[in-house]
């Protein structure tokens, strides 16, 4: 019989050992170009590689035929010998194109499109090293524009020509075309005259750089016009209309038709993540615009371009107000030609992180005013700021996300904030499309015919229980930010660079989860209001619920960015044994005893609050060093007792950074007999959450500085300081009376204290 009850004993504490050792832990693993491929990301701003993500760097003073591709670009027609046209734009000048000798000559004719409009410096034709120079051709050019019909419209197969260079017995393998900035799109090169053995190897246009106001919209950008600001008609353009600024094509242009009562209007564009920009382009070709029509009004000879305009640039920084900071990058003075000596407006300025760019300029009735082909803009480096979104994964169940580690390359003056968000509902929403994939309203997809149907997609968003972004995360693998246990996570990255030839590269995300120690948990505080700088008594209330898959715990961990004294425990009434340990920031709490059930634990502490909102923050744990495992509590109703549901304490609403400044004496005499020798001063910072400069010094009645006691940044608490009586030459100071000086440099303000000190000997 003894026997059995041992082995009974045994097995109930088999049985309790496992039921508190943490559970082996699983991981989602970020790593590929097929992971981070999912991320949703500010398109062509982040380049995918080798199973990296990191941003993609905006060149300067590119080839823009390298690239034509990207844009849909490339050759665009051959008479002759189409199959070796592609070796035009390879990039090799081993290989070569001409004709068929024996072609008719009308058909000895090359087009390249760079897929987009560029403004071209310089063409330049690499002509075939062996055998002879091509001789007798020509060289079209042209910015895209189309012929029109008799209506008014753009033909959009036939392209204009308006440039053409000629050659005649040319011996040169190297041919340079200056354009001057202007803008290009379509290349031609007509053979006037066979030469047998001749060949182009290459050609290249150079360009600005990459125009970074390509590709916007897929960043996640806009566009916004409002127009005729001020008036009764003041409202913003279409998305179609505003398109046009950005799309890369000169026949599509965006302009005013001033035939009713005109105002100013302003073009906003947010380019979708944090450039380096130097350098905008605004063309103002009319190459959209017929050059006669039916109608006198709507041709060339009726439209102008801005009479004047301002340039703004924001860095996306906000104002006190929440508006955006602008700061203005360039102007164009009022002037009769701006209206149509001119074509191509430039401004220039010092390269700089902006995400946002607005111009403004006045609109005219007579006429057609402000025609803009295109908005281009030009820096050079690494975005200064992308964001990355993962998206939503499902952990299966309801699981404890217990850390989150990365691998990442972050040279100096870069850096990565990951931040995350968790929840266990989810809203689904239909994105319905027609047979061409083209994104239509579900009451027309629902009238379409069944051929004429496409797929329905259904997004998946974050529910209603949702948290919000975590703070970012100082440290790879130093725990979870965000609630948990919860069955849906998602992760965000946001890549910072002061430098603009510096970026940083995500590598890997590892998140870890486990089974939760409780099903669910519950935290609040009483009271939840203090005065600043005063001790005050508080009692913690956290309870929590067990269930299927819950493993329990023996730890409790208590964190905050104040100072805890700890008082009793309890539980069910009876003081808790614990092993109570002071760290760094709060205290590890072990029981003696684990907790498997359904509970509630009450511990009374006291604190002194210097700053709004401070939270005091539990963590349920289980298992030593690196096997341990934690859960954070929720926020919530934990007891009946009381009604707060917070952790965080508050102070009294008020402006006041300096609180309770103090001095143990009106009088400091230093005469070196132990009796009032030094001033201890003493007070309080109060809302200071990030470092701010506080400056103590003492003056004479003049206005002199005499001695500086503190000269550093400082976030909120308890500051005591004490003076000598000598001044900063550590020399005792003259007898008389001394001004004590207090400022500190807030968010909204600066704030400044002062008492009158005296010195005798």
């Not at 036939?158 to 202007?182: A, P, T």
């Not at 063309?283 to 006669?292: H, K, N, T």
Request: hydrophobic residues 40%.
């Amino acid at each position: 019989m003894k026997n059995h009850r041992e082995l009974g004993s045994f097995l109930q504490v088999l049985l309790l050992c496992s039921m508190i050792s943490p559970a082996a832990g699983e991981e989602l693993r970020i790593g590929t170009n097929a992971d981070w491929d999912a991320w949703q990301r500010p398109g062509n701003a982040i380049e995918i590689s080798r199973g990296k993500a990191g941003p993609r760097f905006v060149r300067r003073n590119i080839d823009a035929v390298a690239n034509a591709g990207d844009f849909g670009g490339g050759i665009r027609a051959a008479g002759s010998n189409s199959g070796d046209a592609g070796n035009l734009i390879d990039g090799s000048l081993s290989s070569f194109w001409a004709p068929d000798w024996d072609d008719d000559p009308e058909n000895m004719y090359v087009e390249i499109d760079l897929g987009r409009v560029v403004s071209a410096r310089r063409v330049i034709l690499q002509l075939r090293e062996d055998g002879p120079p091509l001789e007798l051709f020509q060289v079209l050019l042209s910015n895209g524009e189309r012929f029109f019909d008799s209506t008014g419209l753009p033909l959009p197969s036939i392209v204009r020509y308006s440039d053409r260079v000629r050659y005649s017995f040319n011996k040169q393998r190297e041919l340079v075309i200056e354009y001057g900035l202007k803008p290009l799109q379509f290349i031609r090169i007509e053979v006037d005259l066979p030469t047998v053995g001749a060949g182009i190897s290459s050609i290249a246009v150079e360009a600005v750089g990459d125009n970074i106001s390509l590709g916007m919209r897929e960043r996640g950008g806009q566009v916004d016009i409002l127009n005729e600001i001020g008036t009764r008609a003041e409202g913003y353009e279409s998305t179609g209309n505003s398109n046009a600024l950005i799309d890369g094509d000169i026949v599509s242009s965006w302009r005013y038709w001033g035939f009713s009562q005109p105002g100013d209007t302003e073009f906003t564009f947010d380019l979708g993540a944090l450039y380096w920009v130097d350098r905008v382009r605004i063309l103002g070709d009319l190459a959209g615009i017929a050059p006669s029509n039916v109608d006198w009004r709507w041709t060339r000879r009726n439209a102008i371009h801005f009479p004047w305009y301002i340039l703004w640039g924001s860095d996306g920084s906000l104002a006190p107000d929440g508006s955006l900071r602008w700061q203005v990058l360039g102007e164009l003075p009022e002037h009769p030609r701006n209206l149509r000596d001119i074509g191509h407006f430039e401004e220039q300025f010092s390269l700089q992180p902006l995400r946002y760019l607005r111009m403004r300029y006045p609109n005219r009735q007579c006429c057609i005013t402000g025609t803009t082909a295109e908005f281009q803009v030009f820096g050079e480096g690494y975005p200064a700021g992308t964001i990355l979104q993962s998206p939503i994964y499902d952990l299966g169940a309801v699981r404890n996300a217990t850390g989150l580690s990365w691998q990442v390359e972050a040279p100096e003056r870069t850096r990565v904030e990951i931040r995350s968000r968790t929840g266990n509902l989810l809203q689904e929403s239909y994105v319905f499309h027609d047979k061409n994939g083209k994104e239509v309203t579900e009451r027309k997809y629902n009238k379409l015919i069944p051929s004429f149907k496409g797929r329905i997609d259904t997004v998946r968003s974050p529910g209603d229980d949702w948290s919000i972004w975590s703070q970012a995360y100082e440290r790879s693998d130093r725990g979870f930010l965000s609630p948990t246990p919860r069955r849906f996570v998602q992760l965000q990255a946001y890549l910072l660079s002061d430098d603009p030839m510096q970026r940083a590269v995500l590598d890997e995300l590892v998140l870890s989860y486990a089974e939760p120690l409780a099903a669910a948990t519950r935290a609040e505080i009483y009271p939840i209001q203090a005065q600043p700088g005063q001790r005050t008594e508080f009692t913690y209330y956290l309870g929590w619920d067990s269930g299927a898959g819950s493993t329990g715990f023996d730890q409790l961990l208590m964190r905050s960015g104040a100072d805890i004294e700890l008082g009793e425990i309890r539980s069910a009434g009876q003081v808790l044994d614990a092993e109570i340990i002071p760290v760094d920031g709060g205290w590890d709490i072990t029981f003696a005893d684990p907790f498997v059930r359904t509970g509630l634990i009450e511990f009374d502490f006291a604190s002194t609050i210097y700053r709004q909102q401070m939270p005091f923050e539990a963590f349920l744990a289980s298992g030593r060093e690196e096997r341990q495992v934690r859960q954070r509590v929720d926020v919530g109703d934990a007891s009946d007792a009381v009604a707060s549901e917070a952790i965080a304490v508050s102070l009294p609403v008020g402006p006041t950074l300096i609180d309770g400044l103090s001095v143990s004496a009106a009088l400091v005499t230093p005469n070196g007999d132990g009796i009032g020798d030094f001033l201890q001063i003493g007070f309080s910072l109060l809302n200071v959450l990030q470092p701010r400069l506080l400056h103590v010094a003492l003056y004479d009645l003049s206005g002199r500085e005499v001695r500086v006691l503190h000269d550093q940044r400082q976030t909120a608490g308890p500051i005591t300081l004490s003076w000598d009586g000598q001044d900063e030459f550590g020399q005792l100071a003259a007898p008389g009376n001394y001004i004590l000086r207090v400022v500190v440099q807030g968010d909204a303000q600066t704030q400044k204290t002062a008492k009158i000190i005296a010195l005798a000997y």
